[in-house]
């Protein structure tokens, strides 16, 4: 028992000295294989052009109130078309930047609250069923789903990019320019 013991203890710290580099590189291709081209093909639907939005970036972020004004959006204002077109581009440029490895934390911090902000709209304004945890089934839209998109992103707010980032590559020019 004792050597089963010490052999699991090896093992067990052998990980813990590859989990630097393993879980955010892990992290950031989980992300890129599974929510990268949903993110970007998703803003593509809230943009016409650069700076223009499209009637489905209104219905898809401001439902009830693009509702409210007969789809019509000129009558929606800056505010909702500045919210529009910041989101799209949150879509394309937070999951680049997580994707080079670049301003990693911050990106998939980003990223964390445009899920937050995602979910309550499906929610409260889509009117979604957000399922529930700790249930049998693990296909809630809303909880279990984004839960685990969540915890991704918490491993790359926490880890960082890992070593085959832009980060890494800016950090190791930085300290070679202090030196």
């Known amino acids: ?26 992290a950031r291709l989980v992300f890129a294989a599974v929510l990268l081209g949903y993110f970007w ?11 223009t939005p499209t009637l489905g970036g209104y219905a898809q972020i401001f439902p009830r109130l693009f509702e409210a004004v007969g789809y019509d959006a000129s009558q929606m204002g800056l505010w909702p078309r500045l919210v529009v077109l910041a989101g799209a581009w949150a879509e394309i440029l937070l ?11 911050l990106a998939a911090l980003g990223m964390l609250g445009f899920v937050l902000v995602q ?12 399922g ?19 915890l991704l992103l918490v491993v790359l707010v ?6 085959l980032a832009v980060d ?12």
């Open 132 to 150: 529930a945890w700790f249930d049998r089934a693990s296909d809630a839209l809303v909880l279990d789903q984004r839960a685990l998109w969540a």
């Open 1 to 26: 028992m004792t050597r089963l013991s010490t052999l699991f203890g090896q093992i067990a710290r052998g990980l813990d000295r590859q989990a630097d580099w393993l879980l955010p590189s892990a």
């Open 158 to 163: 926490m880890r960082g990019g890992g070593p």
């Open 168 to 179: 890494r590559l800016v950090e190791r020019v930085r300290s070679r320019l202090l030196a």
């Open 119 to 130: 979910s309550l709209t499906d929610i409260l304004g889509h009117g979604a069923d957000p």
């Open 95 to 105: 999951p680049a930047l997580i994707l080079i490895g670049f301003l990693t934390r």
């Open 41 to 51: 093909a998703s803003a593509l639907t809230k943009l016409e052009g650069p700076f």
